[in-house]
């Protein structure tokens, strides 16, 4: 009896000192998360980063050709982007990734007009759109495609019919729009393999930009220039904005609020941001001049209690630690 009191006692002391890092970390993803965004501000479409409450904007692309979409690393230290800057050709856009300081610009992709990356959890993949692929090209006809960090090992995962990818936090599973390109597109989801593939969405308006929370429970996309929000699985679908011309939706660290671009009488063309529980919509920075948008919330913090449905999860490491100590 002593021996399980003790196995008991160790076990809640774990418990506490997890719990209390779990804070600890959500704490921290507060304090440090950063935006990259894009903007013409400076005459020229280049990648900008602010701090999560907007302030601290700084300038992270160089480059008289037009840098867009930034996405962040996992770790955050480095950006994926779509740039023409290659070659001097300004009608062929490719994937480059630049240090998050704006050092070392790599280009990844050698397509005509490749665009939206995303990078996977754990930072080893990046999805992208391949578009305009000749027939002959090992990707031909085009679509989603994976490829390593390093621009290697491409692979297609959809077809044409398929556009702006979002991965799961989990990495299993991947969220985007199929259909009819600008008359029936819809949210869909399939396995990080590119496998079962199944619709979400079922009705007349036009949906884009799908975007997973951090905790794994909902999806936010865009639906005829409003930003929506629904459960992982598609239930409970729910308009978050009720004003045409909201787009591009990121998720918060927390997964309390969704950011997103939009050209607002009163506000201006800017960044803003809408809390998933209440509603309330507040402007982050806007600029009506600038045309700031494009907003990725970089989530610096790894450890999140999940929502029914997410695969890895805090309390999930909890019970499957505890157990070993019975």
Same mark, same amino acid.
């Given at each position: 009896?002593?021996?399980?009191?003790?196995?008991?006692?160790?076990?809640?002391?774990?418990?506490?000192?997890?719990?209390?890092?779990?804070?600890?970390?959500?704490?921290?993803?507060?304090?440090?998360?950063?935006?990259?965004?894009?903007?013409?501000?400076?005459?020229?479409?280049?990648?900008?980063?602010?701090?999560?409450?907007?302030?601290?904007?700084?300038?992270?692309?160089?480059?008289?050709?037009?840098?867009?979409?930034?996405?962040?690393?996992?770790?955050?230290?480095?950006?994926?982007?779509?740039?023409?800057?290659?070659?001097?050709?300004?009608?062929?856009?490719?994937? &480059? !990734?630049?240090?998050? *300081? @704006?050092? /070392?610009?790599? =280009? #990844? $992709?050698?397509?005509?007009? %490749?665009?939206? +990356?995303?990078?996977?959890?754990?930072?080893?993949?990046?999805?992208?759109?391949?578009?305009?692929?000749?027939?002959?090209?090992?990707?031909?006809?085009?679509?989603?495609?994976?490829?390593?960090?390093?621009?290697?090992?491409?692979?297609?995962?959809?077809?044409?019919?398929?556009?702006?990818?979002?991965?799961?936090?989990?990495?299993?599973?991947?969220?985007?729009?199929?259909?009819?390109?600008?008359?029936?597109?819809?949210?869909?989801?399939?396995?990080?393999?590119?496998?079962?593939?199944?619709?979400?969405?079922?009705?007349?308006?036009?949906?884009?930009?799908?975007?997973?929370?951090?905790?794994?429970?909902?999806?936010?996309?865009?639906?005829?220039?409003?930003? &929506? !929000?629904?459960?992982? *699985? @598609?239930? /409970?679908?729910? =308009? #978050? $904005?009720?004003?045409?011309? %909201?787009?591009? +939706?990121?998720?918060?660290?927390?997964?309390?609020?969704?950011?997103?671009?939009?050209?607002?009488?009163?506000?201006?063309?800017?960044?803003?941001?809408?809390?998933?529980?209440?509603?309330?919509?507040?402007?982050?920075?806007?600029?009506?001049?600038?045309?700031?948008?494009?907003?990725?919330?970089?989530?610096?913090?790894?450890?999140?209690?999940?929502?029914?449905?997410?695969?890895?999860?805090?309390?999930?490491?909890?019970?499957?630690?505890?157990?070993?100590?019975?």
């Amino acid at each position: 009896m002593p021996f399980k009191v003790g196995r008991t006692f160790a076990a809640a002391l774990v418990i506490s000192l997890l719990v209390e890092m779990q804070l600890a970390v959500n704490g921290y993803a507060s304090r440090k998360a950063k935006i990259a965004f894009a903007s013409m501000r400076d005459g020229n479409s280049d990648i900008y980063v602010m701090d999560g409450d907007g302030g601290n904007q700084r300038r992270v692309t160089v480059n008289p050709s037009r840098d867009w979409l930034p996405a962040w690393s996992p770790d955050g230290k480095r950006i994926a982007f779509v740039s023409n800057r290659n070659n001097g050709n300004k009608n062929h856009k490719q994937i &480059w !990734v630049i240090d998050a *300081d @704006g050092t /070392n610009p790599v =280009r #990844l $992709t050698d397509g005509v007009s %490749d665009s939206y +990356p995303d990078w996977s959890p754990d930072g080893k993949t990046i999805l992208y759109v391949a578009g305009h692929i000749a027939q002959n090209h090992d990707l031909a006809p085009g679509g989603i495609v994976a490829m390593d960090a390093d621009g290697n090992n491409k692979r297609l995962l959809k077809n044409r019919g398929g556009i702006h990818p979002s991965w799961s936090p989990d990495g299993d599973r991947i969220a985007y729009i199929s259909g009819n390109i600008g008359r029936d597109t819809q949210v869909h989801v399939m396995d990080a393999d590119g496998g079962n593939p199944r619709q979400l969405t079922r009705d007349t308006e036009l949906k884009h930009m799908p975007s997973w929370s951090p905790d794994g429970g909902h999806i936010a996309y865009e639906s005829e220039g409003r930003i &929506w !929000v629904m459960n992982s *699985d @598609g239930k /409970n679908q729910r =308009r #978050l $904005t009720n004003i045409a011309g %909201d787009e591009h +939706p990121t998720w918060s660290p927390q997964s309390d609020a969704v950011a997103f671009h939009a050209e607002r009488k009163g506000g201006g063309r800017g960044i803003y941001m809408v809390d998933v529980a209440n509603g309330a919509v507040n402007v982050m920075q806007h600029a009506p001049s600038f045309g700031d948008g494009q907003p990725d919330w970089h989530n610096p913090g790894e450890l999140f209690v999940s929502a029914e449905g997410s695969r890895v999860t805090m309390w999930g490491r909890l019970k499957n630690f505890t157990s070993i100590l019975r």
